[in-house]
C-alpha cells in the first residue's frame, strides 16, 4: 500500500515538473502572437519629398480675375473635383496645384474676354485623398488629416490627441503608400511618453499611421 501510493506521488509530481516546464514555452507563444509582425524602422528623415500642394475635393478657392471682379468669387470644390464659377462650367480642379487651376481657367475665360489673369489662392485645405495622412486605431482622435510639407509623426501625434490607455504604442507602423504598401515600425511610446525625440520621423503624403491596442 506504502509503495502504490509513494509512486502515484512521484508520477503527479513529474507531471507536475512537466507542466511547469512547459508553461514558459506556451508563455513565449502567447507573447509573440500578441506582438504581431516585424517591420524595419521608418526612415527618420525623407530628404527627396518635393512636395507641392494639389487641391482636393471639398477645398475652398477663391478666384480672382483681374479687371473682372464680376468673374471673382470664393467657390468649394465638388465632391466630383470640379468647380463652377461664372462663364466656367464643370472645370476640373482635383489633383491640381494652384498654378495649374489658373492656366485652366485663363484658357476656359479667353472665349469671352480679352487676355484673362486669374490668380487662385485655396482657403480651405483638405487635399486629394491619395495624399492625405490617415490615423486609425487607438489614438484619442482618430481623423484624415491633410499632409503638409515637412510633417513628422509628432505633428500627426499632436494633430489626433495623443495615444489612449490601451494603445500598444511602440507596436504602431506606419503603411507607406509611395514605397508599393511598404510597412515600416515606429515608436509612438518612446516618443510621446519618454520624450524620445530619436522616435519621431518625417510623415509622406498618403501615409497610413495604424496604431494597436495593447493585450496587456
Not at 507531471?15 to 516585424?38: D, E, H, K, T, W
Not at 490627441?161 to 507602423?173: K, R, V, Y
Amino acid at each position: 500500500m506504502f509503495h502504490e501510493s509513494h509512486g502515484c506521488g512521484n508520477a503527479t509530481a513529474i507531471r507536475r515538473l512537466r507542466l511547469s516546464q512547459l508553461i514558459p514555452f506556451f508563455l513565449a507563444l502567447v507573447l509573440a502572437a500578441c506582438a504581431g509582425p516585424q517591420y524595419a524602422p521608418a526612415p527618420a528623415s525623407l530628404s527627396n519629398v518635393d512636395y507641392n500642394y494639389h487641391i482636393g475635393p471639398t477645398d475652398v478657392v477663391n478666384v480672382i480675375v483681374w479687371r473682372n471682379p464680376e468673374l471673382s468669387m470664393t467657390v468649394p470644390v465638388r465632391p466630383d473635383g470640379n468647380i463652377t464659377t461664372p462663364l466656367v462650367d464643370d472645370l476640373p480642379a482635383i489633383g491640381k496645384t494652384p498654378s495649374e487651376l489658373e492656366r485652366d481657367m485663363e484658357k476656359a475665360l479667353a472665349k469671352y474676354i480679352r487676355d484673362p489673369v486669374v490668380t487662385i489662392i485655396v482657403t480651405n485645405f483638405v487635399g486629394p485623398t491619395k495624399e492625405q495622412v490617415r490615423v486609425i486605431g487607438e489614438a484619442a482622435k482618430p481623423q484624415i488629416l491633410p499632409y503638409r510639407k515637412d510633417m513628422t509623426l509628432l505633428d500627426v501625434m499632436i494633430a489626433v490627441g495623443g495615444l489612449t490607455d490601451f494603445a500598444d504604442g511602440n507596436a504602431a507602423h506606419i503603411f507607406r503608400v509611395s514605397d508599393g504598401g511598404k510597412n515600416y515600425s515606429v515608436r509612438l511610446r518612446d516618443l510621446l511618453k519618454r520624450g524620445d525625440i530619436s522616435a519621431n520621423v518625417d510623415m509622406r503624403p498618403g501615409d497610413i499611421l495604424i496604431i494597436p491596442q495593447s493585450w496587456f
